[in-house]
Structure formats: structure tokens, C-alpha cells
């Protein structure tokens, strides 16, 4: 009886290490539409002169084209994420695309800054939308296990490559046609994203749909706006400007009430359980690390090589060039190096190879020559920065029901957009503080010096917390 009873008990099966031609598909399209809205954060920065010259901006109110896309992107992620839970990601996803592409025709046709800020407010909604249900929609095609790691790893080294090729495409389409086709660029990916979507994406909404938290809803999406405005704030007046404090505090108060509500919530947004899991604490807390210290390091750079080296926007925009292979490289590698390693392991290795690489660059003098510790030092920290960032996704999503996951990316992807709003500022303030009026160079190598630093830090402390946890 005991023999017939050991027979009969169905055993786990293994997750498959190869992925079926429709698998394939979807992370075709997912990765496509991820890369299209990466490109959307950083294509318009070198090309912000000539959109203020064409459309009248004035100095003071150029900032907020950027301004008002990072708002509505890390201000409404949580929100739709959950939306997309009760609604069906399939549908927000293709929804959010289809105002992606529809925003991004309003941009490249509009004739008064009115129009352009509309449309970058939709942007950031559209991508609020896209990013969180499209990582939700692909770690529920794949189970946990190798797959699941290739395909983070492939999403999040596309993704970093967006952000570099958007300051070298903004700055190549500006250069040869004009900014408008910064945004027009967006207009046929997005349409053919929407075409094949619904024969591509496989969604079950849930049976019984539950009701949205608007308590909740209404003081997180809050706070976060007041504490991304905070900080786009900080990095243009400091961080001791009136408005800046106000907005901080007043973030941090909702923020704040955001947790009573979902103490007390019946059917929490996000529940507290979730927040306190440890992986995701402190994959969050890897992936908001990298995502300050490489964005912020690309700052500083791009200070360098303009105010130190004379490069033009363009052939700074070509020198990060370099930085993207390496990114590339490190998603390729991600998955593989979690699967034989684990999380832990590679928040480590990944971080202790990015601040070694970034400490290198303490080292920049003026002479030209200097581009070439410039060039090794960006790639091998891409590979230590992707790893990380890999590491950080696979933690933050794993050990979690698929009804979850979308509550889980939604955390993930706030994640990786307060961390790309928040390290300018900090490292600005580094530098404002350590340079003399007629050179910026000490000031830039003291804030390289707390990037790698804060990079050591962070990697360090999540993966000593992440073993403990286990």
C-alpha cells in the first residue's frame, strides 16, 4: 500500500527550459512595447532646446515637458497596475498603448506648448498604464524558473538600451529631420503593437470582480505626484525651497495615510502583507539603488563630457552608446546568472562591479584622452547595473500567485521611475556643493565618489537582508 501510494502522488513538474513558438511571440511584442516607452524617458532630453524654440517655450517652463510626462508615470503606476487586475491586463495593455500612440501624434502635430504638455501628460499615463501590465502579463506567461529569469533579464536589458537609444535617437532625428519626429517615431510601433496584441496576449479576468480601493487609491496616486514633483522641484530651486519642502512633506503625509487606509482597506489596493514580504522590500530596495546610481551617474557624465570635454549633445548622446552595449550584455547574462547563483548572489556581484567600475571615474582630468577610462568604465558598470537590475525584478516578482503579480510589477515599476527622478537631484546637489564657480570637475568627481558609495551600500545591505530572510 505504501508503494501504491507513493506512485499515485502527483510530483511537481519542472518548470520547461524552452519557450513555445507563442511564448516567443508575446515576449516579442511585451519586449517591443517595453523598448518603445523606455526610448519615451530620455528622447526628448537633448532635443528640448529646439522644441522650446519652435513651440515658445520660455526658459523657466522648459523643464516641465519632462516634468509633466515623469508626474503622470510614476504618479498613476500603482493605480492602473491595480486597475489592470480587476479590468484584465490584456485590455489595459492594449488600451494604454493605443494612447500611447495616439498622444505621441498630438505631440509631434502640436503648435503651442498647451498642446505639447497635454500630450505628454497622456505619455506618462499611457506608460503609467503599459509598463506595470506589461511586466504583469509576462511573468504570468512564465512560470518561475529559467524562463521566467531569461525573459526579465531580456526585458530589462532592452529596457535600459531604450533609454540609451533615446538620447542618441533624439538627438540624431533632431539633428536631421526635426523634434517633432521625436514623437512621431512612436505613431506606427504603437499601431502595429495594437494590431497584433489581441491575437497574441492570453487574459482571464477574475470571476468575481472586486471593488477599487479609492481611499487608497486616491492618497497614494497623491502623494506620489507631490513627492515626484518634490523632487523635480528639488533638483531645479534645492532641496530647501519653499515649494519643494512643501511638496516633500505633503507626499510623505499621504504617503503615509496610504498605509492606514490599507491596514483597514477590505480589498486593499496593495495589501500590507505585500509590502512587508521581505523579497519585496528589499528587491525594491536594489532596483531603487540602481536605478538612482546609473541614471544619475549618466548625469553627471553628460556634465563631464559637455562642460569638461566640449562633446556636442549629439556625440555625448553616441558616447553612452557603450554604456547601452553594456546593459545588453548584463540582460543577456541576468537571467543565467540568477538561475546558477540566485538573487542574492548577483544583487552583490552585480553591485560590487558597478561602484568598482564608477570609482574609476574618480580618476576623469580634462584632457580628451580621458574618454577611454570613460568608455570601459560606462560598459563593464552596464553589466554590473543590469545584473542588479535583474536580480531586483526576478526578487521582487517571485514566490507570488498571478493575481498578485500585478500589485507586485506595479511596486516594481514605481520603483524604477522614483529612482530615475531621484538621483539628478541628489547627485546635482553633490555637485553644487563641491564645485568652485570657474570649474565643475571637482564637484563631478566628488558626486561619482557617493554614486559608488550609495551603489555599495545598497547591494550590500539587500543581499545580507535577502539571506537573512531565507
Not at 55 to 63: E, M, P, R, V
Not at 218 to 231: A, K, Q, R, Y
Amino acid at each position: 500500500m505504501a508503494v501504491s501510494a507513493s506512485t499515485s502522488t502527483a510530483l511537481p513538474t519542472a518548470p520547461p527550459l524552452r519557450m513555445t513558438g507563442r511564448q516567443r511571440l508575446l515576449l516579442t511584442l511585451l519586449l517591443g512595447a517595453q523598448f518603445m516607452v523606455a526610448v519615451d524617458f530620455s528622447i526628448l532630453n537633448v532635443a528640448l532646446p529646439e522644441v522650446g524654440a519652435g513651440l515658445g517655450f520660455s526658459l523657466a517652463n522648459l523643464q516641465w515637458i519632462a516634468t509633466a510626462f515623469a508626474l503622470a508615470a510614476a504618479g498613476f503606476t500603482l493605480l492602473f497596475g491595480r486597475l489592470a487586475d480587476l479590468a484584465g491586463r490584456k485590455r489595459t495593455f492594449i488600451g494604454g498603448m493605443a494612447v500611447l500612440g495616439a498622444s505621441s501624434l498630438l505631440g509631434g502635430l502640436a503648435t503651442s506648448p498647451e498642446i505639447l504638455l497635454t500630450a505628454r501628460v497622456l505619455q506618462g499615463l499611457a506608460t503609467a498604464a503599459v509598463t506595470p501590465t506589461g511586466l504583469a502579463l509576462l511573468t504570468t506567461a512564465f512560470r518561475e524558473g529559467p524562463l521566467r529569469e531569461r525573459a526579465l533579464g531580456l526585458n530589462g536589458a532592452l529596457m535600459s538600451a531604450g533609454f540609451t537609444a533615446g538620447a542618441i535617437l533624439g538627438g540624431l532625428l533632431t539633428s536631421l529631420l526635426s523634434w517633432r519626429w521625436a514623437f512621431l517615431i512612436n505613431v506606427p510601433v504603437a499601431a502595429l503593437v495594437v494590431a497584433l496584441a489581441p491575437r497574441t496576449i492570453a487574459d482571464a479576468r477574475p470571476a468575481v470582480r472586486p471593488r477599487l480601493d479609492v481611499p487608497g487609491a486616491v492618497s497614494v496616486t497623491g502623494g506620489l505626484l507631490l513627492l515626484v514633483f518634490g523632487l523635480t522641484r528639488a533638483g531645479e530651486h534645492g532641496w530647501t525651497a519653499p515649494a519643494t519642502l512643501a511638496s516633500l512633506a505633503a507626499g510623505a503625509v499621504l504617503v503615509a495615510a496610504f498605509w492606514s487606509v490599507e491596514k483597514r482597506a477590505a480589498e486593499p489596493l496593495v495589501p500590507t502583507a505585500l509590502l512587508r514580504r521581505r523579497t519585496v522590500v528589499w528587491g525594491n530596495t536594489a532596483g531603487l539603488v540602481a536605478f538612482v546610481t546609473e541614471t544619475s551617474l549618466v548625469f553627471l557624465l553628460t556634465l563631464y563630457l559637455q562642460k569638461v570635454l566640449g562633446y556636442s549633445p549629439l556625440a555625448t548622446g553616441l558616447a553612452f552608446g557603450v554604456l547601452g552595449l553594456g546593459t545588453v550584455l548584463g540582460g543577456t547574462l541576468g537571467g543565467r546568472v540568477v538561475g546558477r547563483h540566485g538573487t542574492r548572489a548577483t544583487i552583490l556581484a552585480g553591485g560590487l562591479v558597478q561602484a568598482a567600475a564608477t570609482a574609476t571615474l574618480i580618476a576623469l582630468g580634462t584632457s580628451h584622452a580621458w574618454i577611454a577610462l570613460l568608455l570601459a568604465a560606462t560598459f563593464a558598470g552596464g553589466v554590473g547595473n543590469m545584473l542588479m537590475i535583474v536580480a531586483f525584478m526576478v526578487t521582487a516578482t517571485s514566490g507570488l500567485s498571478d493575481a498578485d503579480q500585478g500589485r507586485a510589477t506595479g511596486i516594481a515599476t514605481m520603483t524604477q521611475q522614483i529612482g530615475i527622478t531621484l538621483g539628478t537631484p541628489i547627485m546635482s546637489t553633490v555637485v553644487i556643493a563641491s564645485s568652485t564657480a570657474a570649474d565643475v570637475l571637482p564637484g563631478i568627481r566628488v558626486a561619482i565618489g557617493v554614486n559608488a558609495a550609495l551603489v555599495v551600500a545598497g547591494a550590500v545591505l539587500a543581499a545580507a537582508s535577502l539571506r537573512r530572510s531565507r
